[in-house]
C-alpha cells in the first residue's frame, strides 16, 4: 500500500479522528485530509510526530506497510538472549520480552478477552498496569514493554507489531465488533498462553490487575491511567520512566510496604 493509505489505516487503527491528527500534526483538516488522499506529502517533523505517535519507524512510514516484527523488537530478543545470563538488576530503560508479551496477551485474552468492554484500549490499560504494578511491587521487569504518554493513557509502542506477527501465525484472530455506539477491535485467542513462560508470581499479579480491572470500560480505564505518576509526569508522546511507579499516591500503589515518598 502506499504511504498515505498506510498512515490513514494508522489512524482508524489507533481510533483517532482526522481532526484529532491535523491537530497533532499542526496542520489544518483539510490539509491532513489531503494527506490521506495522497495530494499533499507530510515534512519530516510531521512524520517524526507519526512515528511516535504509531510506534513505527521512518523507514516503515516511507515503504507504507509494518514489518511483521520490526527490527527494534528483533534487537530487543537478540539483547535479551544475550543478557539472559547477566545478574539482574533495577532496569531504567525496559528491555522488551518479545516471547512473554505474547504470552501474558494470549493469556488476557483467555480468561476476559470475550468480556463485551475488552477492546484493544482496554487491553493496552491492563498491560500497562500488569507492568508498571509488577515493577513496583517486585523491582524487576515482567514484560518490559515501552508505553508511550498518549491522550486516552499509555499506549504500548510494540503492541500492533507483535500482533501482526501473532496474527499472521494463527496465534490471534483480530474481530471489529461493537461496544453500544463505539466501534472495537477485538483480538480472539487461537491457541492457550504457554503458562510455563510465567512464574507463579507473575501469573498472580496479572490476575489481580484483570480482577480490578477488567471490567472497566475503555474511557474509565483511560481516565483512571491518567492519574497514575507514570503517565502524570511524561511529557506528550514520551515513553514512560518505570522508575516513576515508586512515587505514586495510595490510590494506585501496590506495594504492601508503601508509604509516601
Known amino acids: 500500500m502506499s504511504k498515505y493509505t498506510f498512515i490513514k489505516q494508522l489512524r482508524e487503527d489507533a481510533g483517532f479522528s482526522q481532526e484529532k491528527l491535523s491537530e497533532e500534526l499542526g496542520m489544518a483538516r483539510v490539509s491532513y485530509i489531503a494527506v490521506e488522499k495522497g495530494e499533499k506529502d507530510i515534512t519530516l517533523p510531521q512524520a517524526e510526530v507519526l512515528s511516535r505517535m504509531y510506534g513505527v519507524s521512518l523507514d516503515e512510514l516511507q515503504q507504507g506497510k509494518r514489518m511483521s516484527i520490526s527490527k527494534a523488537v528483533e534487537k530487543e530478543i537478540q539483547r535479551t538472549e544475550l543478557q539472559a545470563d547477566v545478574p539482574k538488576e533495577r532496569i531504567i530503560m525496559p528491555h522488551e520480552n ?17 468480556k463485551p468492554n475488552v477492546g484493544m484500549t482496554v487491553l493496552y490499560k491492563l ?37 501482526d506477527a501473532m496474527k499472521s501465525k494463527g496465534e490471534i484472530e483480530e474481530v471489529e465488533s461493537k461496544y453500544f455506539q463505539y466501534d472495537q477491535k477485538k483480538f480472539l ?21 484483570l480482577n480490578r480491572l477488567s471490567d472497566k470500560s475503555a474511557t474509565e480505564l483511560s481516565n483512571y491511567s491518567h492519574g497514575d505518576m507514570p503517565w502524570l509526569v511524561a511529557k506528550d508522546r514520551e515513553v514512560l520512566d518505570y522508575e516513576t511507579v515508586f512515587y505514586r499516591n495510595d490510590s494506585y500503589s501496590v506495594r504492601d510496604d508503601h508509604e509516601s515518598l
Open 127 to 163: 498491560l500497562y498496569f500488569i507492568d508498571f504494578d509488577y515493577y513496583e511491587k517486585y523491582e524487576t521487569q515482567l514484560i518490559g514493554a515501552k508505553y508511550m504518554k498518549n491522550t486516552h493513557g499509555p499506549t504500548p509502542v510494540t503492541f500492533a507489531a507483535i500482533v
Open 189 to 209: 485467542p487461537r491457541r492457550q498462553a504457554d503458562l510455563s513462560a510465567l512464574s507463579g508470581q507473575e501469573k498472580a499479579l496479572i490476575d489481580d490487575v
Open 98 to 114: 518479545v516471547k512473554k508479551f505474547k504470552e501474558v496477551l494470549l493469556y488476557i485474552l483467555g480468561k476476559v478477552g470475550s
